[in-house]
T-cell receptor
């Protein structure tokens, strides 16, 4: 079955450490996205990528970095510069050739930084 | 920035009751989406709306794209315990590949 796989499901890190969240999709979607979700808030866009080797900052990109070396993969690094990194992180994808094509989400990674 | 106002924030209902929630914006959008998120999981697309005035059903779910293109509502008929979760509306920003999400309606169903 096609889908989006995020790993790990739960991640614990000490403050000051960088951490990378994995996102892989086999839907043959061109566009991929990273969202952050905090309790009581909607989803906020961190980064998105329309094609390989290209990506754009979303609304809250500070303290995060991404890469898009393969169409299927869009890893997110949470750096030590992110002041409040504990959150639920969601990866999504959509078809590029249909600009208003709905987003399909993975099952998320819950990051806890202490 | 652009915002979606989703209401109610949360609701408790009895099993079997109908549920209604809505999403409004001060801006016009050409695509409205409704998602459901179960605890600890990613959101799942319920209904996509692409045309003003469009009324679309998916089982017990019905959603409408407001005629002004500034709002949408989602109805759930005869609620069941598995309807528990957070329901998000989302809109597509024309000319981009970006989406904006509402803050969600948390639904709890009492058996």
């Amino acid at each position: 079955d096609g889908g989006i796989t995020q790993s790990p499901k739960y991640l614990f890190r000490k403050e000051g450490q960088n951490v990378t969240l994995s996102c892989e999709q086999n839907l043959n979607h061109d566009a991929m996205y990273w969202y952050r979700q905090d309790p009581g808030q909607g989803l906020r866009l961190i980064y998105y990528s329309q094609i390989v080797n290209d990506f754009q900052k979303g609304d809250i990109a500070e303290g995060y970095s991404v890469s898009r070396e393969k169409k299927e993969s869009f890893p997110l690094t949470v750096t030590s510069a992110q002041k409040n990194p504990t959150a639920f992180y969601l990866c999504a994808s959509s078809l590029l050739r249909q600009p208003n094509s709905p987003l399909h989400f993975g099952n998320g990674t819950r990051l806890t930084v202490t | 920035g652009q915002q979606l106002n989703q209401s109610p924030q949360s609701m408790f209902i009895q099993e079997g009751e109908d549920v209604s929630m809505n999403c409004t914006s001060s801006s016009i959008f050409n695509t409205w989406l409704w998602y459901k998120q179960d605890p600890g999981e990613g959101p799942v697309l319920l209904i996509a709306l692409y045309k003003a005035g469009e009324l679309t059903s998916n089982g017990r779910l019905t959603a409408q794209f407001g005629i002004t293109r500034k709002d949408s509502f989602l109805n759930i008929s005869a609620s069941i315990p598995s309807d528990v979760g957070i329901y998000f509306c989302a809109v597509h920003l024309s000319g981009t590949y970006k989406y904006i999400f509402g803050t969600g309606t948390r639904l709890k169903v009492l058996a």
